[in-house]
């Protein structure tokens, strides 16, 4: 992407919070120095535990908060101060509030849309996110899900360059989650900058081109998904071993570092698994006890993975 101006550039952000009474008004620095690119066409993930930075990372990006130190640059911009031209190219995604409560969803993006020169096909919107299936109601009455879908249309509503998402599936049903991935994935397509920032792994690891992981205010590290699964957060990272068999069999106590558990009826896991000698003792428990697995794999090391061996790696530092 060397080659590709990026849409958003954060460098070495840093964020106070201000002076906090229970810590005898001392300032909280809630960004100590977060750094990040984002690129059109792609989808930019930021992963953090509740605390890390995330949203005020994001409030700093879109120029709802002044940073102390460290720079932003949205789309060549500033992105602080009166810019109506760049705002007009900029799509936010809130995960709870900023819509009027007593209006309904359809009048409400079509008002949203006439604040724009250009616009989203709004009503190709409207039935893609299925608007109209809840439409007779005011904003205050939908459920958590038919609000992210309103605050998703919103947000595309002038037809944006980048596109900001928090949380963009909590509260979804499966169905409508499949059709908010298909709908970001064809922005994505469409060369859209889309930043987005979610708690749920699975999530993160279908739909990111590229992730950052925030700990503590800090980039602790940045890459694909593909990168960030094969590199090796420490000297011997675990992976799990699934494998099937009869149900309620009696499980021996594993090494040190192993723990071997049923987790539904006739399907194991053993956690912890980092050396070919781990693999050995199971091997060899299953012979002595008879037991031929009707299936058994090692599993490779999902986001989610990664993401809890950096959270444990910064407690312990």
């Given at each position: 992407?060397?080659?590709?101006?990026?849409?958003?550039?954060?460098?070495?952000?840093?964020?106070?919070?201000?002076?906090?009474?229970?810590?005898?008004?001392?300032?909280?620095?809630?960004?100590?120095?977060?750094?990040?690119?984002?690129?059109?066409?792609?989808?930019?993930?930021?992963?953090?535990?509740?605390?890390?930075?995330?949203?005020?990372?994001?409030?700093?990006?879109?120029?709802?908060?002044?940073?102390?130190?460290?720079?932003?640059?949205?789309?060549?911009?500033?992105?602080?101060?009166?810019?109506?031209?760049?705002?007009?190219?900029?799509?936010?995604?809130?995960?709870?509030?900023?819509?009027?409560?007593?209006?309904?969803?359809?009048?409400?993006?079509?008002?949203?849309?006439?604040?724009?020169?250009?616009?989203?096909?709004?009503?190709?919107?409207?039935?893609?996110?299925?608007?109209n299936s809840f439409g007779s109601r005011t904003i205050r009455r939908l459920s958590g899900g038919q609000?992210?879908?309103?605050?998703?249309?919103?947000?595309?509503?002038?037809?944006?360059?980048?596109?900001?998402?928090?949380?963009?599936?909590?509260?979804?049903?499966?169905?409508?989650?499949?059709?908010?991935?298909?709908?970001?994935?064809?922005?994505?397509?469409?060369?859209?900058?889309?930043?987005?920032?979610?708690?749920?792994?699975?999530?993160?690891?279908?739909?990111?081109?590229?992730?950052?992981?925030?700990?503590?205010?800090?980039?602790?590290?940045?890459?694909?998904?593909?990168?960030?699964?094969?590199?090796?957060?420490?000297?011997?990272?675990?992976?799990?071993?699934?494998?099937?068999?009869?149900?309620?069999?009696?499980?021996?106590?594993?090494?040190?570092?192993?723990?071997?558990?049923?987790?539904?009826?006739?399907?194991?896991?053993?956690?912890?698994?980092?050396?070919?000698?781990?693999?050995?003792?199971?091997?060899?428990w299953l012979t002595e006890s008879g037991i031929m697995p009707s299936h058994l794999s090692l599993q490779?090391?999902?986001?989610?993975?990664?993401?809890?061996?950096?959270?444990?790696?910064?407690?312990?530092?």
């Amino acid at each position: 992407m060397s080659s590709v101006v990026p849409s958003l550039v954060i460098t070495e952000l840093c964020k106070d919070l201000g002076p906090v009474p229970a810590l005898n008004n001392r300032m909280l620095r809630v960004l100590e120095s977060v750094s990040l690119k984002a690129y059109p066409g792609q989808v930019t993930t930021l992963l953090g535990s509740n605390g890390a930075g995330k949203s005020t990372t994001l409030a700093c990006a879109q120029g709802l908060l002044r940073p102390e130190g460290g720079s932003v640059e949205l789309l060549g911009q500033d992105p602080f101060g009166d810019h109506p031209a760049l705002r007009s190219r900029v799509g936010v995604m809130l995960q709870d509030g900023g819509l009027p409560p007593s209006m309904r969803p359809v009048p409400l993006l079509r008002h949203v849309a006439s604040l724009y020169q250009r616009t989203y096909d709004i009503d190709a919107l409207i039935e893609r996110l299925e608007l109209n299936s809840f439409g007779s109601r005011t904003i205050r009455r939908l459920s958590g899900g038919q609000k992210q879908r309103v605050a998703l249309a919103i947000a595309l509503a002038g037809d944006p360059d980048v596109l900001f998402l928090d949380e963009p599936s909590a509260g979804l049903d499966p169905q409508s989650r499949q059709v908010v991935f298909d709908l970001i994935a064809e922005l994505r397509d469409a060369g859209k900058a889309i930043i987005l920032t979610t708690h749920l792994m699975d999530d993160a690891q279908r739909l990111s081109d590229y992730v950052y992981i925030i700990d503590k205010g800090r980039t602790v590290a940045a890459g694909t998904v593909a990168e960030l699964t094969s590199l090796a957060t420490s000297e011997h990272e675990s992976r799990p071993v699934l494998f099937g068999a009869a149900p309620g069999l009696v499980l021996p106590t594993a090494p040190a570092g192993l723990s071997l558990q049923e987790t539904s009826a006739g399907e194991y896991r053993l956690n912890g698994v980092s050396a070919p000698e781990h693999l050995l003792w199971l091997s060899q428990w299953l012979t002595e006890s008879g037991i031929m697995p009707s299936h058994l794999s090692l599993q490779a090391r999902s986001l989610e993975d990664v993401f809890m061996e950096f959270a444990h790696k910064e407690e312990t530092a």
